[in-house]
């Protein structure tokens, strides 16, 4: 689809949000940046380069990038899963990761791949997201109850809070709790639309450390920033370790992609608008392809952010543009206040974002419908119990496996016609259809494709065997919009096995595409007449014609 005009600068609402969403994305950034385990400037400098970069060549009105907490928390554990430890090597593989996650969105942007936006299925994503924003919220206590901890999975750590719990900050827990209250409170009140929460909130922090109150109830700033931009540079990492962070880099450039694309998605179909899935993969290429060549985070279009945005009141992409320019100069002039934030309100408001993915409601319609219930809690488990890297990639196999299993099952129904008409059902469902006598009526209920074509025709022949005085086979691949060769093998020795028990073979609703392929294969059991029929009904009517119209009339039984 065709991206909207350029941003045009001089709307006062798109000023009035970019304003408005400054202030809370510069204190997520810094909150963020702790997720991932990265110095706070990391956040910051991802914030400026996702504003910037997708205000210039994004396509959605309404999508802020930016440091994300899912990204954040993928980026942290794919670094310590390699990193062993070392701070150096762990800075230097997220870099790496980063930059590859960049080249992956360009070669996808490239390749025109932006309509494979679905990879990985909704409930891994709500699965995983719910376990993710569990694990999140436990991994901000440590900060808050000022304890320190020898374990970073969900269920150590969380003993480890629990044994503790007699050397608990309680005012830090109390300052946390009050943040929250307040971020939930104040953002549902309109006098504070214009100014955010977050920031309100981190003001009021400031104010405490700075007047000596933190020092008193033993609560850590979040210390100095060094906010500077660096000469792009590429980590120096052997080839071994370039080829491991490929591997993590394509698992982080689908939970980005399919994070940012549901947000762009959902906006653009609320408001009716436009939007390039090709083009927004190049600027999520370049956004994280400069994010990590200046140390930076990985960037995304979070729903939280986005929604922000929408709610300020943005019209095009200056709000983002505006937001940037606001924030840059907050970087340069605030960054030494915004040191003084007490570490218990990072955390609060690391907490509140990810606050509305913690409700177990997500899950509830695929129990309701009884669909993907397996996935959706594989998904949330794996996370807890593996952590967030090997449970996303856990979760995507087993929806990956589950989608093949149900492609491979030979599932075939027998049709029959419905009450004279010309409508064919499934005889198993319709015991009142009826099958013209000497005739044989399949439909492969999948796709055919190389993992289950040829179990699918096994089926079909042991029913070929079983029926009497057979003088013809429909099998209609309305399922099937093309074949791959393994399935044109098969196709061409059913069709030369259907000859040889002296029947006829007819194809019934025959994708063009597939009409083109049959034609180029110029099979002699498969002339042009055997794929001419566009229906059953038309199927049924030429058997009809070549066997002078008896089988329309009488019965066959089938064997089920």
């Avoid at 791949?113 to 679905?118: D, I, K, P, R």
């Avoid at 093949?404 to 599932?411: D, E, P």
């Avoid at 129904?413 to 010309?422: P, V």
């Avoid at 096995?497 to 049959?518: C, F, M, P, S, Y």
């Amino acid at each position: 689809m065709d991206a909207p005009s350029a941003p045009r600068l001089f709307r006062a609402a798109d000023w009035v949000a970019g304003l408005s969403i400054a202030g809370l994305l510069l204190p997520e950034a810094v909150a963020y940046s702790g997720i991932a385990g990265l110095p706070p400037q990391a956040g910051v400098i991802a914030l400026l380069v996702g504003l910037f970069v997708y205000g210039l060549l994004g396509s959605s009105r309404f999508a802020i990038v930016s440091a994300t907490s899912s990204s954040a928390a993928v980026l942290l554990a794919a670094t310590n899963s390699a990193a062993e430890g070392d701070l150096a090597t762990r800075l230097a593989l997220g870099t790496g990761i980063i930059v590859l996650t960049g080249v992956f969105f360009l070669i996808a942007a490239a390749a025109r791949l932006g309509a494979v936006s679905n990879l990985i299925a909704k409930p891994v994503l709500r699965g995983f997201a719910l376990g993710l924003a569990l694990t999140i919220v436990v991994k901000q206590m440590p900060k808050v109850l000022d304890v320190q901890t020898a374990h970073g999975d969900f269920l150590r750590l969380s003993w480890e809070l629990i044994t503790s719990l007699d050397r608990w900050n309680l005012a830090g827990l109390a300052m946390a709790a009050v943040g929250v209250a307040l971020l939930q409170g104040l953002g549902r009140w309109r006098a504070t639309r214009a100014v955010p929460a977050a920031l309100l909130v981190i003001a009021t922090g400031i104010a405490l450390d700075l007047s000596g109150v933190c020092r008193q109830w033993g609560i850590d700033a979040v210390g100095p920033i060094d906010f500077r931009l660096t000469t792009p540079s590429l980590p120096s990492l052997s080839r071994e370790l370039w080829l491991r962070m490929g591997e993590l880099a394509f698992a982080m450039a689908l939970i980005l992609y399919a994070e940012s694309y549901g947000s762009i998605r959902t906006f653009a179909l609320r408001h009716g608008d436009r939007v390039s899935a090709n083009r927004d993969l190049l600027a999520l290429g370049t956004a994280n392809l400069a994010s990590g060549l200046l140390q930076g985070m990985p960037v995304g279009a979070g729903f939280s952010a986005t929604s922000a945005n929408e709610a300020a009141g943005a019209r095009t992409r200056a709000a983002g543009l505006i937001a940037g320019g606001v924030v840059l100069l907050a970087a340069i002039a605030l960054l030494p206040w915004i040191a003084h934030t007490p570490e218990p309100l990072l955390a609060a408001i690391v907490i509140h974002a990810v606050g509305h993915t913690l409700n177990p409601d997500s899950l509830r319609p695929y129990f309701s419908w009884r669909r993907d219930r397996l996935v959706a809690i594989v998904a949330f488990v794996a996370v807890l119990l593996l952590g967030v890297l090997d449970g996303l990639l856990t979760a995507i196999g087993v929806s990956l496996l589950l989608l093949l299993r149900g492609m491979s099952t030979a599932r075939v129904s027998w049709l029959g016609r419905l009450n004279g008409g010309h409508d064919f059902v499934d005889i198993a469902r319709h015991p009142e259809a009826r099958v013209p006598a000497g005739m044989l009526i399949a439909r492969p209920e999948t796709p055919l494709f190389f993992g289950n074509v040829e179990a699918v025709f096994a089926t079909i022949r042991a029913q070929v065997a079983q029926t009497r005085n057979l003088d013809h086979v429909v099998v209609s691949l309305e399922e099937s919009a093309d074949l791959d060769g393994t399935s044109v093998e098969a196709l061409c020795d059913f069709a030369a096995h259907v000859r040889q028990r002296g029947a006829q073979l007819t194809l019934a609703r025959v994708k063009d595409t597939l009409r083109d392929l049959l034609e180029q294969v110029r099979s002699e059991d498969l002339p042009p007449s055997a794929y001419a029929a566009w229906s059953v009904d038309d199927a049924v009517q030429q058997a009809g014609q070549r066997t002078g119209g008896a089988a329309a009339d009488a019965v066959t039984p089938i064997l089920l």
